[in-house]
């Protein structure tokens, strides 16, 4: 039985109660993958993929979910996760120095990993504890009215053990950085055969007639025309020929 194997076993069986509480099988998504990611210290492609088969969903919606939120891990990390707020509150109340605090004792950056394995830091959007700035996560739990004091007991503590947040499970060594680069692999015919992804009309071409022609003449294999770039395809192509003929709407249009 291989690592992931024995993993999922372990997690098959919540999972299975967890799906029996609802209607509808995708709403035990989130429950999953935290259970995932307690068991394995981060939520890998195997368990992404097993939790789209036990969910009966694609693959897609499990790696999105993943991906738009920061309290899951697509990579190993840190035995502790320090996640500091960047947000509005937090930075009138401090958290520009509270940051660079921790980046100066921890000596690494936004989004990296401690070489011995023991920390992870990320400098993250609203936790939602305003009245209380500023604030972070630790293994994501609260911590608040972050001082530089506070900081060196808080780093201290984890050091030799004693601190009141367990650690995380860490089954896989982690590498300097947890973060993922975005996928810029085309997922559509319009992103194909340019520059850039996020150019997909051509540049210069403000009416989006490039892309819409790259819609409706290369599609991707096992996908069905759309139906909304096609019909769009026809409006154009008619008002085209209305204008070339001389006929328009009375107004030289």
């Given at each position: ?17 967890i799906i ?15 259970r ?11 368990a992404?993929?097993a ?6 969903v ?31 509150s ?8 509270i940051?660079?605090?921790f ?5 690494i ?33 609260f ?19 004693s ?21 810029t ?23 989006g007639?490039?892309?819409l ?14 139906r ?23 107004r030289?249009?």
């Amino acid at each position: 039985m291989t690592e992931f194997a024995q993993i999922a076993a372990q997690v098959k069986p919540d999972a299975e109660r967890i799906i029996a509480q609802y209607e509808d099988a995708r709403s035990a998504l989130l429950p999953i993958i935290h259970r995932f990611q307690d068991v394995q210290g981060y939520v890998s492609e195997e368990a992404m993929h097993a939790t789209a088969a036990w969910v009966n969903v694609p693959v897609a919606v499990v790696e999105s979910t993943v991906s738009f939120y920061t309290l899951f891990f697509r990579r190993p990390v840190g035995r502790y996760m320090l996640q500091v707020c960047r947000n509005l509150s937090c930075q009138i109340g401090g958290a520009e120095e509270i940051m660079a605090y921790f980046r100066k004792q921890l000596g690494i950056g936004h989004l990296e990993t401690s070489a011995d394995g023991l920390f992870s830091y990320e400098e993250v959007e609203c936790l939602a504890a305003c009245d209380r700035a500023p604030c972070m996560q630790v293994n994501l739990e609260f911590v608040y009215d972050l001082t530089p004091k506070l900081v060196d007991e808080m780093l201290a503590a984890i050091r030799e053990g004693s601190y009141a947040v367990p650690p995380l499970v860490q089954t896989k060594a982690p590498e300097r950085t947890w973060s993922v680069p975005k996928d810029t692999v085309p997922k559509a015919p319009g992103a194909q055969g340019v520059p850039s992804p996020n150019d997909p009309g051509g540049i210069g071409d403000r009416s989006g007639v490039i892309m819409l022609d790259r819609f409706v003449r290369d599609t991707v294999p096992g996908r069905t025309r759309e139906r909304l770039a096609v019909d769009g395809r026809l409006i154009l192509e008619h008002e085209e020929g209305t204008q070339g003929s001389g006929k328009g709407d009375g107004r030289g249009h």
